[in-house]
């Protein structure tokens, strides 16, 4: 449907009309030409709800492409470093790719519905990116963003409120798996993947469903601690499950204007999405290799548990010769675990081989003052929670 | 692993791959060549090209010498009225002979040829050698910088000033500052323009023009030396030597891909399927067809692709030999002129407007002609380069080829009255016959446009520089890369230097 830009010239997502309700802040953000809740009452009502119950967030601007046709298979195994030769039917791999210089471009989840059709899910837009690398591929792409509507709803009750709402045997669904349910005579994909670190789900449906589904569901999870979630709640969830943010933890390779600002699949904490094994060529190989052999990987990604509860934000990390060796790239403190934690970028081998006598200065806003706090740091496992639920087969389920 | 057989296979037996081979097989190395036609030269070939100027001292002695002669050749701006401008070289003659038409052209023609003399040979020298890699931060590199930088600033503060002005300047603004003769300029813009997708107008025709006269002995308009016997015998010299050095030949062996074992090329199979193995792969066809048949577009990165994509490769000239049953009488031509070369480009805006429709693919009707005759046998012809003749013709070239070739025939007809009794018979090959039939994507002399975007170390694409491609093994020693094309073979030269180091 053409959309009259004289009023608007961003677009609604399927559920505006829900979320706009929903919103008690009017806070909106603006994503992919889509405008969609920052907050819908406080950051910490929402937070609790996908770590105690199920929280709902409006996932339709994601870009979604759809790669279609007989080499799909074979071009999303060249694209990302991941090797993908082996991926099964009706599951999702979660990928990165690079550009010619192997630096990082983006992140994302791929999702396989055969060998002749796969979808990439993304935070940006990369259509021409797809087309570009298309070229030698019998495939088509085809930019289904504004054609697929989607809903993350994650927590500990959410399989039970999917279920609820008719996903007959979701909790049988494993980590990375999708399936196809027909509710209320449509039909809905859904995917056990999220970007919480927890139990959750991720729904794929028609747009001209979206009212009504998110009404189901809101109504499927009244007892279930049911809320909707935006952006801010969700950088909180995603640094506690130690997942990376592009532009935030580091540049995307097509975005940086200094090429020094451009990471490799290493620097992330990535490496271990790079398959040198697999039997073609993929983008950005030659220079990984080289990365790999010749040793030259400069940063690293790296959790901190710091001392003290105020929050890191934006901190420079010293050695105990107070040289500055990185930067906090995302902070908080965590409600569940009680722990001041941070993802920071740090010169190696700070990260790597070194890991003791590391400092945060961190500036704590105090009513237009700053307090200055020199804490401790210690290098930690990037996924800071990870609780048992999240890969349990079957999922947990509550009354 | 399979077994190395041979120590370099060079895909494609033209001029630069036959270069290429005698320099590597002097080294007691096993060479072969797959050549896709049914005999070896390439673009190197009289259906192709007028004239095969002058093989650099580089090239000749890296080959271990040829045995070549060279013939001077003067050129002849043909006018309609008969008064014909006749240059040969000689800068007294030359002035004398300008003096007939301008005193004030006289003069500055000199300066103007002494100055281009000057600047093709501070770019020559840089060309002569293997481009610079950018960052690279190879101290050798930056010395081969330092070297052109440092020459180019050794002409003097004018000529420097006078460089850094014309370096991007057209040609067309050059030649009217200079001269008022019309035909003189004419004769000028064409050799600035030809081979090249360029007008007189368009910005960087200048450098074009510097660029061929560097493979001319740094002399163009003004006469060149050419090899006695032309395409023919230099090609013929080369496969002798060729048969002295043990390089293997097969012809109609035209290969469909490299083959790719760890990321390095290993060696390359053929249409009927045969695999032939080797420890270096040398491509002497054109970038677009090393990388994306050679190569193959799903073992690029997608910035490969994409400048691969952008290279700008379209062919502007087409040839018609027209096979005569007698000499054609050019109006007020002796045979001296007969054996210049007789160039029919009266002025810069003939050549301007001319230039006009080929942008849109559609013909002219006024062509600008290069005619070479070739009187020494039973069997004389007329070898006429035409530009502009776009590479895909609006309308298809099948349907407007013989419409074309009378067009072009007319032209002729106004300085030689009698040409059309003269004709027996004639073939008009263009930019997309070069394509089918030569294998070189584009149809272009060049294997690409000779711009700053595309010389030095940007030749093919960047990346790709000094003779390798983006895979280990593959290298490149066509006229795709540096210095270009122009039947020099300092490229085959070059490259064979690369092949060796790594070997």
């Not at chain 1, 996908?50 to 492409?65: C, E, F, I, Q, W």
């Not at chain 1, 499950?241 to 490799?264: C, H, K, W, Y």
Request: net charge neutral; hydrophobic share 35%.
């Amino acid at each position: 449907m053409a959309i009259d830009l004289r009023y608007s010239a961003l677009k609604k997502t399927p559920f505006h009309s829900r979320t706009s309700l929903a919103s008690r802040t009017n806070h909106w953000y603006t994503w992919n030409g889509f405008t969609v809740p920052t907050e819908y009452s406080t950051v910490e009502l929402e937070y609790t709800a996908a770590r105690n119950g199920t929280s709902v967030m409006d996932l339709t601007p994601m870009g979604k492409y759809e790669i279609t046709g007989e080499e799909a298979h074979a071009f999303s195994d060249y694209l990302v470093t991941r090797d993908l030769s082996e991926m099964k039917d009706n599951t999702v791999a979660y990928i990165i790719w690079c550009n010619e210089d192997g630096k990082v471009i983006d992140d994302g989840t791929i999702f396989k519905y055969s060998s002749n059709k796969f979808m990439l899910c993304c935070a940006v837009k990369i259509y021409n990116w797809l087309n570009d690398s298309a070229e030698g591929f019998n495939v088509k792409i085809e930019d289904v963003t504004d054609t697929i509507a989607a809903l993350s709803l994650q927590g500990p009750t959410s399989c039970s409120t999917l279920k609820n709402y008719g996903a007959i045997g979701l909790e049988s669904l494993a980590p990375f798996e999708m399936k196809e349910f027909n509710i209320d005579g449509n039909n809905v994909l859904i995917s056990r993947t999220g970007f919480t670190g927890d139990l959750g789900y991720e729904l794929w449906i028609d747009p001209k469903n979206a009212e009504a589904t998110w009404d189901a569901i809101f109504d499927a999870g009244k007892h279930l601690k049911i809320r909707p979630f935006g952006m801010n709640a969700l950088e909180m969830t995603r640094i506690e499950a130690g997942f990376i943010q592009t532009n935030t933890d580091f540049m995307a390779a097509e975005d940086a204007l200094r090429p020094v600002r451009m990471r490799s699949p290493y620097e992330i904490g990535m490496g271990w999405l790079v398959h040198f094994k697999k039997k073609n060529y993929f983008i950005g190989k030659k220079a990984l290799k080289k990365e790999k052999e010749m040793g030259s990987t400069e940063r690293c990604l790296v959790g901190l548990d710091i001392d003290g509860d105020k929050p890191a934000h934006g901190s420079v990390i010293y050695n105990s010769k107070k040289e500055d060796i990185g930067i906090v790239t995302a902070a908080m403190w965590s409600p569940t675990m009680k722990r001041n934690v941070a993802l920071a970028s740090l010169r190696r081998p700070y990260g790597i081989k070194i890991k003791d006598n590391i400092f945060a200065e961190i500036y704590h806003p105090e009513e237009i003052e700053y307090r200055k706090i020199w804490a401790k740091c210690k290098v930690v496992k990037r996924q800071f929670y990870s609780p048992e639920r999240r890969n349990k087969v079957p999922a947990d389920l509550y009354e | 692993m399979s077994e190395k057989k041979y120590d370099a296979i060079i895909i494609g037996g033209g001029h630069n791959g036959l270069v290429c081979a005698n320099i590597i097989a002097k080294k007691n190395k096993k060479v072969l060549i797959c050549e896709a036609r049914e005999t070896c030269g390439g673009l190197a070939n009289h259906e192709i090209i007028n004239y095969i100027p002058s093989i650099p001292n580089s090239v000749t002695q890296s080959i271990g010498g040829l045995n070549l002669q060279y013939n001077p050749k003067g050129s002849i701006a043909l006018s309609e009225s008969g008064r014909h401008i006749r240059l040969i070289g000689n800068q007294h003659i030359d002035h004398a002979t300008i003096s007939n038409f301008s005193t004030q052209d006289a003069d500055r023609y000199l300066e103007f040829d002494n100055k281009m003399t000057q600047f093709s040979k501070t770019l020559g020298g840089f060309m002569m050698d293997s481009p610079p890699r950018v960052m690279n931060n190879s101290f050798s590199d930056y010395l081969k910088l330092f070297k052109l930088g440092f020459n180019v600033r050794m002409m003097g503060k004018k000529r420097f000033n006078e460089f850094a002005r014309m370096i991007g300047l057209n040609i067309a603004d050059e030649l009217e500052d200079n001269f008022e003769s019309a035909l003189l300029q004419g004769l000028i813009a064409h050799d600035a323009v030809l081979g090249s997708n360029l007008g007189p107008r368009s910005p960087g025709s200048l450098i074009n023009l510097l660029y061929r006269m560097a493979i001319h002995g740094n002399s163009l308009f003004g006469g060149i030396y050419e090899i006695e016997g032309g395409s023919n015998k230099f090609i013929s010299v080369l496969l002798d030597k060729c048969s002295k050095n043990n390089v293997e030949i097969k012809t109609s062996a035209s290969v469909k891909n490299c083959l790719i074992e760890n990321d390095r090329a290993i060696g390359v199979e053929l249409h009927n399927g045969e695999k032939v193995f080797g420890k270096t792969i040398i491509s002497n066809a054109d970038p677009r067809s090393t990388y994306s048949s050679l190569l193959g577009s799903q073992n690029l990165d997608t910035d490969v692709k994409r400048r691969i994509k952008h290279h700008r490769s379209k062919g502007r000239v087409a040839k018609l030999s027209l096979k005569l049953n007698k000499i054609p009488e050019f109006n007020e031509c002796n045979n001296d002129d007969l054996n210049s070369r007789m160039v029919i480009s009266p002025s810069i805006d003939y050549i301007e407007e001319n230039f006009n429709p080929s942008k849109f693919d559609k013909l002219s009707s006024e062509p600008v002609l290069e005619i070479c005759l070739k009187n020494n046998n039973e069997n004389p012809s007329l070898d006429i380069q035409v530009q502009y003749a776009p590479y895909k013709a609006h309308g298809g070239w099948e349907n407007i080829k013989d419409d074309y070739v009378n067009s072009i025939i007319k032209i002729i007809s106004k300085y030689a009255n009698n040409i059309e009794n003269c004709i027996d018979s004639k073939i008009l090959i263009t930019p997309d016959d070069i394509e089918k039939n030569y294998h070189v994507s584009g149809g272009h002399w060049h294997h690409g446009e000779i711009q700053i975007d595309q010389l030095f170390m940007l030749r093919p694409i960047p990346g790709a520089a000094q003779y390798k491609t983006h895979l280990d093994g593959l290298y490149m020693c066509g006229a795709g890369t540096h210095p270009g094309g122009g039947m020099h073979g300092i490229s085959g030269k070059n490259a064979a230097k690369v092949v060796l180091g790594d070997l």
